[in-house]
């Protein structure tokens, strides 16, 4: 049986053949630690480092690279950015569709006396501005929320959010872009994002244990690191560096998964944003289309129009748990989906389906058409054994 793999919006799978090849070759011809050393291969290692933050920055329209930060996924970069800046007394802005990598950081900063106002979305995921706006209040220091939802695809008005921070003047915008990056246009300049979080595995195309996050020019003096140690930089002194991307960088970085980071978002660059986006929109309106066939029996959550989300389509089916129709799924089709609340509990109470959650098909760039066609069968055979299984 051949594996149809639509877990994308957890870690995309298959990668550009560019990806490993990267890594392969950081290993096998490379090997040093960047930074640590001042020998050729420490050189060469820190020269692929740099070279993928130059990558990121083009993509993400940044004007200095040294902005980024390294981490090992978008959930590190996350609680940098909220552990480091928000102080008791601060008040901090979200939504009700974010992720846990979003929601345990505010739950535990509102017990250091941290206020936290949480805006509903609608049924669909989807959010009104003018709420956000409506919430600010006079100690009001950070907006953060995620670019598009992992449950549903919707994708969030960023851009309108990022101007009433800007014209607020004293609040800032943070962006979790763990769904986004590589699968939607990013420009942080545009959208007045001061704090960009991101994780590589995803449409990124790099490897487990790679990500970033983006710190506005002057803002990396008001946040905190999350760790301290060795930086390869100021080695005389026992004081952390206070500058970027340093100052966030503490530890032997994962330079080989850095390597194929850059080779993954290269590869972005290559097809362009705009043709990756075009076809996965695509894609997805081919399943949403076929699903409307039986939508007596399947209900689909999120905008339901392709053009609004990402290429997550999250579903259930009348009277089977999400659990067993994606153990259907693999054992009879080879269908490898993500059941359950995808670590996303608000977001599931949101659009009601807390706390069973629902199936979610994430589809991606190397998908075909045929592709999309069996998923669709898969849902109709399904349908049609109802409860025999």
């Not at 960023?158 to 800007?166: A, D, F, H, L, N």
């Not at 007045?192 to 020019?217: E, N």
């Amino acid at each position: 049986m051949e594996i149809l793999y639509l877990d994308n919006a957890a870690t995309s799978f298959p990668k550009p053949e560019a990806m490993l090849a990267a890594m392969v070759n950081y290993q096998q011809n490379i090997g040093g630690s960047p930074g640590r050393s001042g020998h050729g291969l420490s050189i060469d290692a820190g020269r692929i480092v740099f070279e993928t933050r130059e990558t990121l920055a083009r993509l993400f329209n940044m004007e200095d690279p040294l902005r980024i930060a390294f981490t090992k996924n978008s959930t590190e970069a996350l609680n940098i950015a909220l552990l480091g800046l928000l102080k008791r007394g601060d008040h901090v802005i979200t939504t009700s569709m974010e992720h846990n990598s979003v929601m345990r950081p505010l739950r535990f900063l509102q017990t250091q006396g941290v206020e936290l106002s949480v805006i509903p979305c609608s049924p669909q995921g989807e959010l009104d501005p003018e709420d956000i706006h409506r919430a600010f209040q006079k100690n009001t220091k950070l907006v953060v929320l995620t670019h598009a939802s992992n449950v549903t695809g919707t994708i969030m008005p960023v851009y309108e959010i990022g101007k009433m921070t800007s014209d607020r003047g004293d609040v800032l915008l943070c962006v979790d872009a763990a769904q986004t990056a590589g699968a939607l246009p990013i420009d942080v300049t545009k959208m007045s994002i001061d704090l960009l979080a991101f994780t590589g595995h995803k449409s990124l195309y790099g490897p487990q244990g790679t990500g970033g996050l983006y710190v506005r020019k002057g803002l990396d003096q008001k946040i905190a690191p999350l760790m301290r140690g060795g930086t390869g930089s100021r080695s005389e002194f026992e004081d952390q560096p206070d500058f970027m991307p340093d100052k966030y960088e503490s530890g032997t970085p994962n330079a080989i998964g850095l390597a194929g980071l850059g080779a993954g978002v290269t590869f972005i660059l290559t097809q362009t944003i705009e043709a990756i986006r075009a076809k996965e929109v695509q894609l997805t309106s081919r399943f949403l289309d076929q699903l409307k066939e039986w939508k007596d029996q399947v209900t689909t959550y999120g905008p339901n129009h392709a053009a609004k989300q990402t290429a997550v389509v999250s579903f259930s089916l009348k009277n089977i748990t999400p659990s067993d129709a994606a153990l259907y799924f693999e054992e009879k089709w080879g269908i490898m989906c993500r059941p359950g609340l995808h670590c996303a509990p608000a977001a599931h109470k949101t659009i009601g389906t807390f706390s069973q959650g629902t199936v979610r098909f994430s589809f991606g760039f190397f998908h075909s058409e045929k592709d999309i066609d069996n998923a669709a069968s898969a849902v109709r055979d399904l349908i049609q054994k109802g409860n025999m299984i």
